[in-house]
C-alpha cells in the first residue's frame, strides 16, 4: 500500500530545516549501501552519524509518531534515524530493493524494514525530474509531493528515483519496522481502522461500531509479532 500523508511539517519547518542543511557537508550517498545499491545510485546524503541529521530526525519521527494516519498505515514498532539526501546535476537513483534488515546506528539491535517513508523537503517546481517510482503488480507509480509531505511505500517493492536535470531534490527517508510484517495485511487493517473512524464520526459508539473495533483489534492481536 501506498499512502501519501500531507503536511508533516509545516512550510516554514521545511524552510528551517533547508537552510540547516544547505550549511551541512553533504557526502557519497554509496556509503549506505550494499555493492548492488552502489552501482546503481549517485546522489549525497548527510553522514549517519551527523548530529543535524539526528536533530531533524527526531523532530520528524516525533511529528510521525503522534500522526493518527501514519500510525493506522505503517502500526509501526520503531524506525531508524531518518537520513537526508540531495539529487542535483543528474544525480538518480536507479532501480533497486531496499535492504530488508538495518543496523541500528550505535548499537548491536536491527529492524526488519517494512515500511519505506520519504519525506519532501523541495518543492516540485524546484527541481525537474526527481520523481520516486514505485513499482507494484499495477504498474509504475510516480510520486513528487510538496515540500512537508511524505508518501509510505513498502519496503518490499522494486523502485527508484528518476534523474534530477535541473535544480535540486532535498528529501528525508528512513525505513520502519511494523508490527505487522506482511504489507496486504496491514493495508487491510489501514482500511478496517479508516472504516471505523468514519462510522464512528456518522453514528456514533453504537454497538456495531464496537463490534469492528473488537474485530480490528482481535485481528491485530492475532497478526502483530513484538
Ligand atoms: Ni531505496
Keep these: ?18 537552510l540547516l542543511l544547505a550549511q551541512s557537508n ?17 546522489n549525497r546524503q548527510l553522514p549517519v552519524d551527523s548530529p543535524l541529521a539526528r536533530q531533524l530526525g527526531e523532530i520528524i519521527l516525533q511529528r510521525l509518531y503522534q500522526h493518527p494516519l501514519f500510525l493506522a498505515a505503517a502500526i509501526p514498532h520503531r524506525s531508524v534515524p531518518p537520513l537526508f539526501n ?10 533497486h530493493v531496499d535492504g530488508a534488515i538495518r543496523l541500528l546506528p550505535g548499537s548491536n539491535l ?8 520519504t519525506l519532501f523537503l523541495s518543492e516540485p517546481e524546484e527541481y525537474v525530474g526527481g520523481e520516486l517510482q514505485v513499482l507494484d503488480t499495477y504498474g509504475a507509480h510516480e ?19 528518476l534523474p534530477v536535470t535541473e535544480g535540486e531534490r532535498v528529501c528525508s527517508f528512513f525505513w520502519t519496522q511494523s508490527l505487522v510484517k506482511d504489507d496486504a ?29 473488537g474485530h480490528y483489534h482481535n485481528l491485530l492481536r492475532q497478526w502483530a509479532d513484538l
Design 1 to 18: 500500500m501506498m499512502l501519501h500523508i500531507p503536511e508533516i511539517l509545516s512550510k516554514a519547518e521545511v524552510a528551517e530545516f533547508r
Design 26 to 42: 553533504w557526502t557519497d550517498g554509496r556509503a549506505t549501501v550494499g555493492e548492488q545499491g552502489a552501482q546503481v545510485k549517485r
Design 86 to 95: 540531495s539529487y542535483a546535476g543528474g544525480e538518480h537513483y536507479g532501480l
Design 110 to 117: 536491527s529492524l526488519r524494514t517494512d515500511v519505506s517513508s
Design 143 to 161: 510520486v513528487k509531493l510538496p515540500a512537508g509531505d511524505l508518501i509510505l511505500y513498502p519496503s518490499t517493492s522494486l523502485h527508484q528515483v
Design 185 to 213: 495485511k496491514r493495508a487491510m487493517l489501514f482500511e478496517l481502522d479508516s472504516s471505523i473512524q468514519s462510522l464512528r464520526g456518522k453514528i456514533g459508539d453504537a454497538p456495531e461500531v464496537l463490534s469492528l473495533t
